[in-house]
C-alpha cells in the first residue's frame, strides 16, 4: 500500500538554528515527490518537485532531497516567516492520485 | 488569473440538509480533485477527475457526489450531510501530460461544520 509517514509531528526552533524534515514512503513505483508548505487557514503552496533518488532542489533557505525510501527539507537558518505547516506528497507512476503525509508543524521564534 | 476558486469558504449545515461546495479553476487544467483534511489525518483525496465527462473515486469518496460537465468546474455535492463530514475542504488542479511537474495548484480551502 503507498503510504507517506513525516517526522517530527511537530519542531519548535530558534531563528538561525537549521534542522531537517523528514518524509518517508512506500510508493509502487514514484512518478513524483512534492514539499508544500501550508499557512493557518490557507490552502498548500507548492516548494519542490523531485523525481528520482540523488535529486537536490534549493529555494531561498529550503533545500529538498531524496533517496528511494525517504526525503529531507533542510531548514538552513530560518526565519520566523518559516513558520508553517510542511506537507510532503507521493504519487506513483501511472496514477493521478496523490499520497500526503500528515505533515509537520514549524514554529521559528525570534 | 485567479486560480482555484472555493465557494462557499464557511458553511454550517444541520444534520441531514445537502449542499454543494463550488470549485472552479482557470488555467486549463484538465485535472481536479477534492480531498478533506482532519487533524492528525492529513488530506484525504475523495473524488477526482482527469477531464470533463470522466470521474473516479477516491479514498473516502461515500457521502459526497461529484461531476465535471467543464474543464472549468469541478463542483461536490453531499448528499445528507453527517456530523462526520464535518472537516476543511480543498479543491486542487493541476495539468496532464508530458513536461507539466504534477504540482497540484490548491484553492483556499471550505470550512464546513456539520451540527
Known amino acids: 500500500e503507498d503510504q507517506v509517514t513525516q517526522s517530527p509531528e511537530a519542531l519548535r526552533l530558534q531563528e538561525g538554528e537549521s534542522s531537517s524534515l523528514n518524509c518517508s514512503y512506500t510508493?509502487?513505483?514514484?512518478?513524483?515527490l512534492f514539499w508544500y508548505r501550508q499557512d493557518p487557514g490557507k490552502g498548500p503552496e507548492f516548494l519542490f518537485t523531485l523525481y528520482s533518488a540523488g535529486e537536490e532542489k534549493e529555494k531561498e533557505r529550503l533545500k529538498a532531497t531524496l533517496t528511494k525510501k525517504e526525503s529531507f527539507l533542510h531548514i538552513t537558518a530560518p526565519k520566523p516567516e518559516d513558520s508553517a505547516t510542511y506537507l510532503c506528497a507521493v504519487q506513483a507512476s501511472g496514477t493521478y492520485k496523490y499520497i500526503f503525509g500528515t505533515g509537520t508543524r514549524l514554529k521559528v521564534l525570534a | 488569473n485567479a486560480g482555484v476558486t472555493q465557494t462557499p469558504k464557511f458553511q454550517v449545515l444541520k444534520t441531514g440538509q445537502s449542499m454543494t461546495l463550488q470549485c472552479a479553476q482557470d488555467m486549463n487544467h484538465e485535472y481536479m480533485s477534492w480531498y478533506r483534511q482532519d487533524p492528525g489525518m492529513g488530506l484525504r483525496l475523495i473524488h477526482y477527475s482527469v477531464g470533463a465527462g470522466i470521474t473516479d473515486q477516491g479514498e473516502v469518496p461515500n457521502g459526497y457526489n461529484v461531476s465535471r460537465s467543464t474543464t472549468e468546474d469541478f463542483p461536490l455535492r453531499l448528499l445528507s450531510a453527517a456530523p462526520s463530514q464535518t472537516s476543511v475542504y480543498f479543491c486542487?488542479?493541476?495539468?496532464?501530460?508530458?513536461?507539466?511537474?504534477?504540482?497540484?495548484?490548491f484553492g483556499e480551502g471550505s470550512r464546513l461544520t456539520v451540527l
Open positions: 486542487a488542479s493541476t495539468a496532464r501530460g508530458r513536461g507539466n511537474t504534477g504540482e497540484l495548484f
Open positions: 510508493v509502487s513505483g514514484l512518478r513524483g
